[in-house]
């Protein structure tokens, strides 16, 4: 069974499209996260949530909106896409909420690509 | 300066030699420190914590150096399966209960046959 999953792997789209990304995880993890992996391979933190509760959110563009469902799902639709949004999208899970660096379990990513 | 910061590489390397990577962080308040692994096109997977005292796991030794701020990764008798690219992790606590991770940009590294 995989452990946090993400749909879909590849995304494809125009510019000023919106889009969604799913992520569920099955380890009865308490916090979620997005990352964002740019062409430079800098991997960045977007925002976490701690039992449905956005806890970080890092100066990311209003653009950019998740959702969590229940603490199983986090969902990050993106409003309006531009070309600089183009990267591959990670989502993650952890056992505690962040705070000293638990182990996270990443999905397999989503790689998004504006045209 | 940067929050974490790793030499890019791309280190080449026989199979069988011994690699070091390095890394820096700026956080003198980061207390919990990693080394993750992320091969080409996959997601970024724990390798090992990073504890103190330094710790090893087979063929891989940690240490950190609080004082200089600097955490290493050594790998002994390198393997075509060890290619791949290193990240340096360090916490960030931001009080109350919150605080996330910090990924260096990588160390890639290519062990050829």
């Known amino acids: 069974d995989t452990a946090v999953s993400q749909t879909p792997k590849y995304l494809v789209t125009q510019m000023g499209n919106d889009k969604s990304i799913k992520c569920e995880q099955n380890l009865g993890h308490d916090t979620m996260y997005w990352y964002k992996q740019d062409s430079k391979k800098f991997l960045k933190i977007m925002f976490s949530?701690?039992?449905?509760?956005?806890?970080i959110n890092e100066t990311v563009p209003n653009r950019f909106s998740p959702k969590s469902p229940d603490k199983a799902h986090l969902n990050l639709h993106i409003n309006s896409l531009e070309l600089g949004d183009s990267a591959v999208y990670f989502c993650a899970s952890s056992h505690g909420s962040g705070r000293w660096g638990d182990t996270q379990y990443f999905g397999p990513g989503t790689r998004l690509t504006v045209l | 300066r940067k929050e974490v910061e790793q030499d890019p590489g791309p280190f080449n390397v026989p199979e069988g030699a011994t690699v070091a990577f390095n890394c820096t962080y700026s956080?003198?308040?980061?207390?919990?420190f990693f080394w993750y692994r992320q091969d080409c096109r996959k997601e970024p997977k724990l390798l090992m914590s990073?504890?103190?005292s330094g710790n090893e796991d087979g063929r891989f030794t940690a240490q950190l150096n609080r004082a200089s701020q600097y955490i290493s990764l050594l790998i002994r008798d390198s393997k075509l399966s060890d290619s791949a690219t290193y990240l340096c992790?360090?916490?960030?606590?931001?009080?109350?209960?919150?605080?996330?991770?910090?990924f260096g940009k990588g160390t890639k590294l290519s062990v050829k046959p």
């Open positions: 990073v504890y103190s």
């Open positions: 949530y701690n039992n449905k509760e956005l806890i």
């Open positions: 992790v360090v916490n960030r606590d931001y009080g109350g209960s919150q605080g996330n991770l910090i």
């Open positions: 956080n003198s308040a980061s207390q919990s």
